[in-house]
């Protein structure tokens, strides 16, 4: 009986280990072999799932390296965060010398191009002068993106593992995240527009909010939960 207990107080202060380290926000701010192994054997021709959605259980809601704990459970960056805006919808990016072919970097390109010609939103080459930009790297760690801009550049990040992370809309979901904004699933009336199985959801996922915004279906952050 006494082993008994032993094993479930063992079993409980790991627990509490696990969700302190949840809390703190140690989890989802380090990159994962795991999800570099997914995509290496992704093939968008038989895989339904885009690959931005392989890194479920290690990146936070699939793609996001959070670069604070409390940017959990945002909708998006709202202004009173100054420093995660880029001013005047200006986002000046690097992309990493010789971590893609010429046409990596051009699929890349016609990404960024989509949002100048449908935004405000302006993606610049970063030039010495600039203070914050984003880089863009193709390590072995799947497809995520961190969100908003950060103080620290070394947390500007957006990892394209190619060829998986370069295929469909997936280059432009993770622009998404660099601009600040969180998946279209994480909107707080997503059940007036589609239904989600609550029991595969984490509590903290769970909780409503009053107000009303419209909801996309076409939004390149609706995930299909
Ligand atoms: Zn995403």
New binding site residues.
Partial sequence: MCRRRAFLQTVLVIGLLIDVRKCSGQLYRSESAEVGRRARNYDGRVQQQPA??LGFGYYY????MLPAPQSQDRLSIAEEHASTVWPNAIVPYYITPNSFTPSEVGIIERAMNVFHAKTCVRFVPRTPQTPHYFQITNRPAG???SIGRAQDNSQNVMNLQAPACLSGGTPM??M??VLGF??EVSRPDRDEYIYVNRSALEPRYQSKFPFRVQYCFRLV?H?RL
């Fill in positions: 931005h959605e809601q699939g793609d996001i497809c995520y993106a979901h993770e998404m995240h969180l998946h952050t995930l």
